[in-house]
Nanobody, 122 residues
Framework: QVQLVESGGGSVQTGGSLRLSCVSSVSAFYIHAAAWYRQAPGKTRELVAF???????VYEDAAQGRFSISRDNDKNTVYLEMNGLRPEDTGTYYCNMGVSSRAGKYVPSTSWGQGTQVTVSS
């Protein structure tokens, strides 16, 4: 069972910044793509960004230009730097270790951590 431990969430005002971290126990971390998802109250979980095993980042529209995903294979850790936060960014953020498809899409695994809460107030 893969363990994922997210941290770094908190409460900030509009325009603030947070840096999320996720440590994974997955074997051969470096061969996996990694992603951040979020889930707002009453909504389905949605992809925010993912990073390939080669370090190439891909962002959903809501994250483009404001968020930055990165990884440290030596630490089995993936990060999400979030700037210019907005109230609509509020939710629980989860990381996931999956794969990138040949079509450039992210395919998640079934393992999820407990998430870290991000609250952005206006």
């Amino acid at each position: 069972q893969v363990q994922l431990v997210e941290s770094g969430g908190g409460s900030v005002q509009t325009g603030g910044s947070l840096r999320l971290s996720c440590v994974s126990s997955v074997s051969a971390f470096y061969i996996h793509a990694a992603a951040w998802y979020r889930q707002a109250p009453g909504k389905t979980r949605e992809l925010v960004a993912f990073i390939g095993d080669d370090g190439t980042p891909v962002y959903e529209d809501a994250a483009q230009g404001r968020f930055s995903i990165s990884r440290d294979n030596d630490k089995n850790t993936v990060y999400l730097e979030m700037n210019g936060l907005r109230p609509e960014d509020t939710g629980t953020y989860y990381c996931n270790m999956g794969v990138s498809s040949r079509a450039g899409k992210y395919v998640p695994s079934t393992s999820w951590g407990q998430g870290t809460q991000v609250t952005v107030s206006s």
